[in-house]
């Protein structure tokens, strides 16, 4: 088995899972490669820790039959843009906080590896959004995808912008508020729903378009088919706004023509056979903790 090891973060937090993993894909035999920054940041942290049997990764290839991240949510979203559409499921052990997509916890590592080199696991496929803008933005083009959600934000400026927006090229509103988050059903649980947002199961054939602190209170989320194509055009008082991809910001000037619609491909994520997105939604956000239930 090939195994690739994404992280961002070697600290308290991360140090004895990183430790764990390692060993454990060591007596395993595993052929492991960490990506170069997150090796380098090792380290720099943990110089007495000896990793030289670990091959590093800049890209990925199809050979890779794993990618592990080890972090939270936000890690997960940046490992994905080195899987992009080649196809190569990823798993998540959880040194964040809420972890949806993260669902490893630190003291389940090693069952959870091994369970993965015995096929105990099914293939959860969640879609994408994509976006293209007119003019092009050349932060965007490259990596023009997203996971959780593409949002766009008010910039310097307390005052609100107004978000033109149109379904399937009809118009639906302008949404007077702080921003407007386009949201897949791997984002319910995200962004989206810190705002107000509807929790959508990952095999949902939806997105969610939620505002954002709206002025207009009528404003509710709303959830549409995922064939949908978006179109967004941002007002106000200021000449910029942002856009955000996941984790990834870029500026975008007053007027630009914003085209969201579901990516050609999909990510395909690891879920173990113990765990369970309904069991990760009671657990997060605590439905259990009423003993009615």
């Avoid at 490992?79 to 196809?87: G, L, M, R, S």
């Avoid at 932060?139 to 927006?165: C, Q, W, Y």
């Avoid at 949404?175 to 989206?192: H, M, N």
Wanted: with cysteine; hydrophobic share 40%.
């Amino acid at each position: 088995m090939k195994v690739a090891v994404f992280g961002r973060f070697y600290n308290k937090t991360t140090s004895s899972s990183v430790e764990t993993l390692f060993n454990y894909l060591l007596k395993k035999d595993v052929d492991a490669y960490i990506e170069t920054e997150f090796y380098n940041i090792i380290k720099a942290e943990a110089p007495n820790n000896n990793y030289s049997n670990f091959k590093t990764f800049d890209d990925l290839d199809k050979s890779f039959d794993l990618l592990v991240s080890v972090g939270g949510d936000g890690t997960i979203l940046r490992a994905i843009t080195f899987v992009k559409d080649i196809d190569i499921p990823i798993i998540g052990i959880n040194t964040g906080r809420l972890g949806f997509l993260a669902t490893i916890q630190v003291d389940g590592i090693e069952n959870a590896i091994q369970d993965i080199i015995d096929g105990k696991y099914t293939i959860s496929e969640r879609t994408l959004l994509s976006v293209e803008t007119v003019p092009e933005n050349a932060d965007i083009t490259p990596l023009n995808f997203a996971l959780n959600e593409i949002a766009v934000n008010r910039k310097n400026t307390t005052s609100m912008i107004s978000v033109e927006t149109y379904l399937n090229g009809e118009y639906l509103t302008s949404y007077w508020s702080d921003g407007l988050i386009v949201a897949s059903p791997t984002g319910s649980t995200g962004y989206s729903l810190s705002c107000g947002g509807p929790v959508i199961t990952p095999d949902t054939n939806s997105f969610i378009l939620t505002p954002i602190a709206p002025h207009n209170l009528s404003a509710r989320p709303l959830v549409i088919p995922d064939s949908t194509e978006i179109h967004l055009k941002v007002t106000g008082r200021e000449d910029n706004h942002l856009i955000s991809l996941d984790s990834r910001i870029a500026t975008l000037d007053n007027n630009t023509l914003i085209k969201i619609k579901k990516a050609p491909f999909k990510i395909k994520m690891i879920d173990l056979l113990n765990e369970s997105f309904l069991d990760t939604l009671r657990k997060k956000l605590l439905w259990g903790e009423d003993k009615r239930n």
